[in-house]
């Protein structure tokens, strides 16, 4: 059986040295594969929260309206116990304290009216009564919409929007709005007494001629599921990556041969820069 020799050099030895990944390199591909599984397991969890915050709204939105929360417990309003209550008041409209903030709606863009219902109390609630077109932005153009006297509403419970509209901050001054901030709206029209929430009157609470309601748009992105997929995957293909890196050297097969010292090569094998082992392929 004939075997095939070969000497390696030094720069072979050393460069099977070379080939193994740095040490920087093997820790930060660990912590980059634990960073990744980590996001995965955060968005599985977004996911199961998602779920139940849509779960919990359903549920609000169809539930018989409930008179609003009491004065007594507006300090304690919060979205995450309050928003989308299915809830209803009574009242007269201030309708010469109305106030316009721009709106885009499947009917097209325009504005919402938020008119202060006064309260036997005294207290005030701003209602979102709907959306009215630019074309009928003048109060005069709908005047025959405006309901005299006692009136009763029912909509949705919302939070205050005080951080404006989408890169455009509320003007007061010159009376353009982008968000219903209660406060601000409530301080622009001289108002006191106003719930630190407003409601979005729905379609039932409407008038002929007046604003268009229940146009409130209920909608909770839920791409966690995909998010997480992603994160998995990314992780996989590093480990996979990772495998293949430290794992190469488990498939290949050397042996190393030491010949007798007074073989015909020795001397050759003994100096110069190529001395080394000589290694029989397998």
């Known amino acids: 059986m004939s075997k095939t020799r070969t000497v390696t050099s030094k720069a072979d030895r050393t460069g099977g040295k070379a080939a193994r ?18 996001l995965g397991v955060w968005q599985i969890e977004r996911r199961a929260w998602k ?28 979205a995450a116990s309050d928003e989308y209550r299915h809830v209803s008041a009574t009242g007269r409209f201030l309708h010469d304290r109305e106030t316009l903030v721009q709106a ?4 097209g863009p325009g504005y919402w009216v938020l ?17 009215v077109p630019t074309e009928r932005r003048d109060a005069s153009t709908r005047q025959t919409g405006n309901p005299e006297g006692k009136v009763e509403i029912t909509g949705l419970l919302r939070i205050t929007e005080p951080k404006g509209g989408f890169l455009r901050n509320n003007v007061p001054q010159h009376n353009r709005w982008y968000s219903r901030d209660v406060a601000a ?8 007494d106003v719930a630190p929430f407003f409601v979005d009157a729905d379609a039932g609470s409407q008038s002929a001629g007046g604003p268009i309601g229940g146009l409130t748009v209920i909608r909770f992105p839920n791409n966690h599921l995909i998010y997480a997929l992603t994160w998995f995957a990314l ?11 430290f794992g190469g050297g488990l498939f290949r097969r050397r042996r190393f041969v030491h010949e007798p010292a007074g073989g015909p090569d ?8 190529d001395a080394g082992t000589i290694v029989e392929q397998a």
Not at 235 to 245: I, R, Y
Not at 266 to 273: F, I, L, P, W
């Open 266 to 273: 020795a001397a050759a094998r003994r100096t110069g820069s």
């Open 185 to 192: 709206i409530a301080a622009a029209r001289g108002l006191h």
């Open 21 to 38: 990944p740095r040490l920087w390199l093997t820790v930060l591909s660990l912590t980059a594969f634990a960073l990744l599984i980590a």
């Open 235 to 245: 992780a996989f293909m590093l480990a996979g990556k990772l495998l293949v890196t």
């Open 115 to 131: 008119t202060p219902l006064q309260r036997a109390d005294g207290t005030l609630v701003l209602v979102n009564r709907g959306f």
């Open 51 to 78: 779920l139940a915050l849509i779960d919990r709204v359903e549920q609000r939105v169809h539930a018989p309206a409930q008179p609003i929360p009491a004065p007594a417990a507006w300090p304690t309003i919060t």
């Open 104 to 107: 885009v709606t499947e009917e």
